[in-house]
Structure formats: structure tokens, C-alpha cells
């Protein structure tokens, strides 16, 4: 226990209110470093304008999730139960830290490599026949081992099968062009916010394959 308050105290950290639901005006503990970010709010609001009731009582996925802000904003708002999957050991202590405080029970972390650990939880809601929304942010910042992050994402992407998924969506650097079609799955919209851009994937209708 020592060692993981040293942990976390060597690492800045800020708030971030839930925008909406349930545990609007919570603090999210937000870590201030190079390997995570926090999508900014008006990110945030526009994604779970879209999102909107469509999602209640809807699984969520958040892939590299950070401090899972994005993964409590969607139980809030009425998301049956959610995942985050996190590779990084501080950043993942304030992930589980935030879901003990705001959302018990409701929300499963996961320590390890998404690109591993996707799979496990893809199988999970296979086996329970559920069709989830799935929000990928892979890292922006393009450092040692992250050279092919987008091409990896995109494998993940094209594992998606239809009956499994309600919507899937990428937070990518505006700058990076991602394909209409992914696998079994077709771009239905963008919003940029500056730097970032938001594209929304929904699976490919039987009279569009």
C-alpha cells in the first residue's frame, strides 16, 4: 500500500466533473502525463450527445482507457455495465481508484496491453450474445512501440463481428485519415474538435456488403 502512494504521488494529477447522469459533477482524478490524456469535455459531450439513450442499458468497451472518464461518463448515462483497459501500472491505480469511488461494481478494470486484453473481453460478450459500444483512443504521442498504433487499432477494428456491435468509435489525431470500411463495419460520421477527431463506425447492413 506504501509503495503504491508513492506511486501515485509522484504522478500530477486533476479533476474532471461528469458532464451528465447519475454521478454528474463527480470528480474524475485525471493523471498529467505523456503515455494518457483525458478526452476534453466538449469531446466528451458531443460523443454522449450522440450517443444519447441509444446507449442505456448498453455494454461499453473503452480501450486504452487512461483515467476511464469516458468508461464512468457512459454508466452515468445509463450504460448497462462498462470495461477499461489500461497498460499503464499509475495510471491504471488511479483508473481502479475512480471507478471504487464513483461506480462499484459497475465497471471492470483491466490491467495489461489492450491489444492483448481485448480479445478476452470481446469473448465475454460473445458468449452472452450482447452487442456492445466499443471507444477506441489509442496514444497520440507516436514513441518507441507505438510506431503502428493506428494499423494495430484497425486489427482490433476488423475482429468487431455485426452482432456484437452496436457502434464503434476512435478518438485519432485529425491528421490520420481512417477508412469507410473496416472490416464489417462502415464509417457513419466524424466531428473534429481541433487536434482530435471523433469517427463513428456502425456495422455494414446486409444490402451493403
Known sequence: MAEKRR???????????IIAGEFKGK????????????????????????LQFDLMGKPFVEVFAGSGSVALEAVSRGASRAWCMERNREVYDILRANVERIAPGRI???????????????????AGGERAYFYFDPPFAIREGMEEIYERTLKLLEHIAPQQCEMAIVEHMTTVDLPERIGAL???????????????YRPVEPDEA
Do not use: C, Q
Open 108 to 126: 471492470e478494470t483491466v490491467w495489461g496491453d489492450s491489444f492483448v486484453e481485448f480479445e478476452r473481453v470481446y469473448r465475454e460478450l460473445e
Open 27 to 50: 470528480p474524475v482524478e485525471i493523471p498529467s502525463v505523456a503515455t494518457t490524456r483525458s478526452s476534453k469535455a466538449i469531446l466528451r459531450e458531443s460523443l454522449f450527445n450522440t
Open 186 to 200: 462502415k464509417l457513419h460520421k466524424k466531428r473534429r474538435f481541433g487536434k482530435s477527431t471523433l469517427s463513428y
Open 7 to 17: 506511486r501515485k504521488s509522484r504522478m500530477k494529477t486533476y479533476d474532471a466533473p
